[in-house]
T-cell receptor
């Protein structure tokens, strides 16, 4: 149980285009999902916290107009990188928390999405 | 959350040996700690956790030690296998601090197992 999926697993796009990444909790409902970015050989950096039905909370230094987050249902959150540039190339990872399952301290991570902006 | 450490130290061990991976965490008020394993191109996988009121917890082939005095966490892997090769991250959780920003990753360590 507690499986989180991401789609796509990798994407290559041209500079200036927008890319949408989906994060789904497959077997549980996630009122809260998290979006992380990871550069090569570095740790995961939290970008934003996504709460179902409300606006996302962004970490300091993360542009909310550039990284649009929508958490429209209890099983789906999306991250849209708008007007992507080469410096946005990174590994984007989502995670979800299963409150109902009693495992509120545990986050379940998706497999990540590799974004390359040319 | 802020991540500590922007470079990954590497630990190289021989297959069959024991591995010890260390982590320094930042918040003495953290309630809970988790070790994650991340293989190349994949998301982090939960390995083992420990509450702040404990100093040791054992799992299958893994043991986590917590020293709150010096804010230090370690992961011991017994009889290391090639499949253990990955990057290992510690994470600390502060319960009730903020409904969203509860988990903070530490800097990772790359474990390389030589056959």
């Amino acid at each position: 149980g507690a499986v989180v999926s991401q789609h796509p697993s990798w994407v290559i796009c041209k500079s200036g285009t927008s890319v949408k990444i989906e994060c789904r909790s497959l077997d549980f409902q996630a009122t809260t999902m998290f979006w992380y970015r990871q550069f090569p050989k570095q740790s995961l950096m939290l970008m934003a916290t996504s709460n179902e039905g409300s606006k996302a909370t962004y970490e300091q230094g993360v542009e909310k107009d550039k990284f649009l987050i929508n958490h429209a249902s209890l099983t789906l959150s999306t991250l849209t990188v708008t007007s992507a540039h080469p410096e946005d190339s990174s590994f984007y990872i989502c995670s979800a928390r299963d409150f109902a399952g009693g495992r509120m301290n545990e986050q379940f991570f998706g497999p990540g999405t590799r974004l390359t902006v040319l | 959350g802020e991540s500590v450490g922007l470079h990954l130290p590497t630990l190289s061990v021989q297959e069959g040996d024991n591995s010890i991976i260390n982590c320094a965490y930042s918040n003495s008020a953290s309630d809970y700690f988790i070790w994650y394993k991340q293989e190349s191109g994949k998301g982090p996988q939960f390995i083992i956790d420990i509450r702040s009121n404990m100093d040791k917890r054992q799992g299958q082939r893994v043991t986590v030690l917590l020293n709150k005095t010096v804010k230090h966490l370690s992961l011991q892997i017994a009889a290391t296998q090639p499949g253990d090769s990955a990057v290992y991250f510690c994470a600390e959780i502060l319960i009730g601090y903020n409904a969203g920003n509860m988990l903070t990753f530490g800097g990772g360590t790359r474990l390389m197992v030589k056959p």
